[in-house]
């Protein structure tokens, strides 16, 4: 009993081992400093996701990684290991590129084994894990098919099988679904996830669509200017960002300016102080207090809208109908309030419909937002 106490403490601890950490890590190109001191740890079993602007590092910190780019200063550790000197095929790890670098000379069997081939993978072993990895992709009935007979959702399903077929410990994806379209990016997101839930394998993303990022990730490194701006789960990114450029970067946004008039210490009722009166809040961060300067982060599905515009009561702005767009599931509906633009999504376009020819409308602002100070 005490053995297995042991053990189960000893497996426990090697699973909080970070699988990937990342020190203090720069990259030059002549003067050029696209990477300035970048810092992470990955968990095993993590699919961490890199986002931020283009020119932000991102694709240049998943090169490095992988072996494909030199690092200038800093160190790559990967399960214990420094890697920094190691050329690819050396690390254990496995990159799945945007244009999925597939040999069309070959047939999808081959593409797949093609790692296990040049490893000298005895034949037999071989021709079983191509198997088993086509099965895992569920395209089993097409190893003898070549790859320009292949749909771009099943090329990319090969090249993700290729990359899987040595195991290794980290899985690159570089954009690996910009080339398909709206529809099929979002079943391949589902099988990335799911895939990579069951093997259980450490997994860095790296996508110019924050909507996706947050749709596949268990956490999102937004990046600015080569350093990492925050860190955290998709729902903490998205309800509590760092600063302006991450709530504005991540998700449509309205921002309104305002002061801390009052903080109710015990039922953390707050009363905001904004160019179009005072909003009252319930407040649920600790990082600010009474007397601050702040940008209250209003997400646009937070939002209210109505058609009244008698006496106003608490939170309740009234505004001029801009643009009105029907999307199917949404619509988005544009609002002026003073000299300012408010963006506010309905889901319900049905009923949304009776605001596509209002002149005047409601605005009810939500008592929960978050908010950050201003510098």
């Known amino acids: ?106 047939t999808v069997a081959e593409n797949v084994g093609y790692g296990l081939k040049i490893n000298k993978w005895p034949k037999d072993k071989t021709a079983a894990r191509v198997r088993e990895l086509l099965e895992m992709v569920e395209l089993d009935t097409f190893g003898d098919r070549m790859i320009d007979k292949l749909s771009g959702g099943q090329q990319q399903r090969v090249a993700f099988a290729r990359a899987l077929s040595l195991e290794p410990k980290v899985l690159l994806l570089d954009e690996p679904l910009s080339n398909l379209d709206a529809n099929l990016r979002l079943v391949m997101r589902e099988e990335i996830r799911k895939l990579q839930e069951r093997l259980h394998i450490t997994t860095v993303f790296v996508t110019h669509d924050q909507f996706e ?34 709530a504005g970067f991540v998700g449509y946004v309205n921002f309104m300016e305002g002061r801390i ?59 001029a109908l801009k643009s009105y767009m029907y999307a199917g599931s949404i619509a988005k509906c544009t609002v002026t309030i003073g000299d300012r633009t408010m963006i506010i999504d309905q889901y319900n376009p049905r009923d949304a419909q009776q605001f596509q020819h209002a002149d005047r409308v409601e605005v009810e602002i939500p008592r929960s937002v978050h908010l950050l100070k201003k510098k």
């Open 261 to 319: 008039e009052s903080i109710d210490e015990t039922t953390c009722n707050t009363v905001v102080n904004t160019e179009y009166g005072r909003l009252e809040i319930t407040l649920e961060q600790d990082d600010v207090k009474t007397g601050d300067d702040v940008l209250m982060v209003i997400r646009p599905e937070s939002v209210s809208l109505s058609l009244d515009c008698g006496d106003k009561s608490q939170n309740v702005l009234c505004g």
């Open 1 to 106: 009993m005490t053995t297995k106490g042991v053990t189960g403490d000893m497996d426990r601890k090697e699973n909080e081992k970070p699988m990937l950490i990342l020190k203090d890590i720069h990259k030059f190109y002549g003067n050029n400093e696209v990477l300035k001191g970048v810092s992470l740890e990955v968990r095993r079993g993590e699919l961490v996701t890199f986002v931020g602007p283009s020119g932000c590092g991102k694709t240049t910190l998943l090169r490095l990684i992988g072996g494909f780019t030199d690092i200038s200063a800093g160190d790559i550790i990967l399960d214990g290991q420094r890697i920094n000197d190691l050329p690819p095929n050396l690390r254990d790890t496995r990159i799945c590129f945007q244009n999925y670098a597939l040999f069309p000379h070959m």
């Open 213 to 246: 990022a947050m749709a596949i990730s268990d956490r999102l490194v937004v990046m600015k200017d080569g350093l990492i701006e925050q860190v955290g789960t998709p729902i903490e990114i998205y309800e509590r960002p760092a600063n302006e450029f991450i």
